[in-house]
């Protein structure tokens, strides 16, 4: 299969290039040529499949053509370690819970998918090619951190360095990615994420570092980190057709979104044949996608904090792939995605309302998308949300919000109970450059 760039500018990629690349070099984002569909048996059997059963047939189509069967199917298992599974919160309302991996949010789906692709790839190389090892480089204002340092712990032949700003990251969230030990290295700059985004891009534009060491990015416009995203969709569908004698309905699914890769995920997945009525995208203050929607004019604003932070993006960086999903057209994007926004006081009183009347602790990323339901879903419709991350991730927000303690799941009590190790830099390129040299 053969990767475009939805800047049109740059020579096709072979998956390969596309994930090693990142980014397209003409600044675009990689999309692949052709989106298989699956065949209509597929989906009359889907519900005596298992997670992994699906998630391989769907990544066949994806990348059959380009990682041998063995192998994609051995990645696929060692990625799904665990279960996204679907629950009944109202009569009409389900969550796909995507919290139950190793950092208890749905990016580890994505991370663990490309650290395994990522080595498939550097152990196909002949050994005359082969560099000591790659070199990951991720900037993380918490949770990307978090997902990719687990995701490629113990990846042999990868190194990473997550770095991030001193300070202004929570203190469940440093520990996820400052404990680890083995081939991660937590970098804390003294600076902004922005200090730790610009070091990362530099030493990718720095010549003579990369005659030194070979160095990739982890970031999650990566084709490896959101094509696997698609797998738990069809799962969802799978569970609610076992869950409702094989009836689907008219289903509709909710994702909370920030750089709108989940939800890009969700419209691939569509477009290879799962029976989805419509997507809507509920955002926080964060509105630019819902305002492109409500009048056609795409207009990026600077960020705004809020207490649904993994979504505080002013600029989601998979736009650019859902306006080339819909060749452009913002009336086809709005026959198919509905938007929907809230503040944090709508997120907090969401919470709040859902644990007393439905005995369910949302987070408050899967608050959005659950109101975004309870407030549009139609006659005869059901509604599937995303819930995204665990809610004792935002212990403190939460706890606040319902007055009463939430429990801590053990591996994330464990997590900052480890031992923190970080490296301590500024932020001038310079130091940075050195680091890395004397590595
Ligand atoms: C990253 C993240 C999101 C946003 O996902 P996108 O793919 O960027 O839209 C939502 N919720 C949580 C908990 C996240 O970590």
Known sequence: MRYYSTNYQAPQASLKEAVVNGLAPD??????????PLPQQFFDHISELTFQQIACK????????????????????????????????????????????????????G????????????????????????NVLVATSGDTGSAVANGFLCVDGIHVYVLYPKGKVSPIQESQFTTLGQNITAIEIDGTFDDCQSLVKNAFMDADLKRHMSLTSANSINV??????????????????????????????CTPSGNFGNICAGLFAWRMGLPVERFIAANNANDVFYRYLQSGNYKPKPSRQTIANAMDVGNPSNFARIQDLFGGSWEAICKSVSGATYTDSQIAETIRACHERHHYLLDPHGACGYRALEENLKDGETGIFLETAHPAKFKDTVESIVGAPVEMPARLAAFMQGKRRSIALGNDFAGFKNFLLSR
């Open 27 to 36: 600044k675009g984002l990689y999309m692949p040529e052709h989106i298989n």
């Open 58 to 109: 769907v990544a066949d189509a994806f990348f059959g053509e380009d990682v041998a069967a063995e192998d994609l199917h051995r990645i696929v298992c060692s990625t799904l370690s665990f279960d996204t599974p679907l629950v009944r919160v109202t009569s009409n309302i389900y969550a796909l819970e995507l919290f139950h991996g190793p950092t208890l949010a749905f990016k580890d789906v």
């Open 111 to 134: 991370a663990r998918f490309m650290a395994r692709l990522l080595q498939y790839f550097i152990r196909q190389e002949r050994p005359a090619e082969r560099s000591s090892r790659v």
């Open 224 to 253: 490896a980190r959101f094509l696997p995203q698609s797998f738990y969709y069809f799962y969802a569908y799978a569970q609610y057709l076992k869950l409702h004698a094989g009836n689907p309905g008219r289903l509709v699914f």
